[in-house]
C-alpha cells in the first residue's frame, strides 16, 4: 500500500506497527514524513547541509533500531526529534569542539522552506539573503526555537518536550527572538519604505 504525503497523522502509530514487523515499505514513508523537519532541526545546528544529511541519516538509522522502544502514548514526531537533537549535541561536542571552526555553505534561504506566522513578506532573494543573516546573528537557543517553531511549525509544549526546557522558557525565548529579529530587520525595512 503507498502512503502518500497527505496521510492522517494517526497513520504515523500503524506505520510504526509495521516498521516494527520490518515492513521497509512503511519506514520509506515514514523516513519521507520526516526527514525534512529532521534537517532542519540539524541544520539550525550546524548551518551546514553536509553535517545535517549526516543527523537525518543517522536519525533515521536509530529510528530503525530502536522502533521497538517507540511507545504509543508518546508523540512520534516528538519521540524522533529528541533522537535528532540528541545525535546533534553528540556530534556537536564530537566535530564542533571549541577550536573548530563552524563550517556555513548555505543560508535557511537557500532550503526554500516558507516562514509561517512571521510578519514579514519574503518576496525577494535580497531580503530573504538579508533575513538569514538576521537570524544567525540571534543566540543559538534563540535561532533554535524559531526554526522549530517556524519551520517545523512545532508548537511551544512540543519545542519544550523535545529540548527538555520548560514552556515558559520556550516561549520566553521565541519571543525575544522575534523581538530580536524586528530590532535587527528594521533598519534594511526602512530602506525599503
Known sequence: MEY???QAHDDIYTLVDRIKGGDREAFMAVTRLYQKKVYLLAYSYFRNSEDAMDIVQETFLRLYQKV???HPDRNFQNWLLQIAKNLCIDYYRKNYGKNKDHKQEKSL??????IADYDITLSSSDLRGIFT???KKLTERQRLIFVMRHYNNLDYKEIAQILSISLGTVKSLHFKAVKNLRVLMTPYMEDQS
Do not use: K, Q, T
Open 133 to 135: 543573516e538576521c537570524l
Open 4 to 6: 502518500l504525503r497527505g
Open 68 to 70: 521497538n522502544m517507540y
Open 109 to 114: 534561504d537557500e532550503l526554500n522552506n516558507p
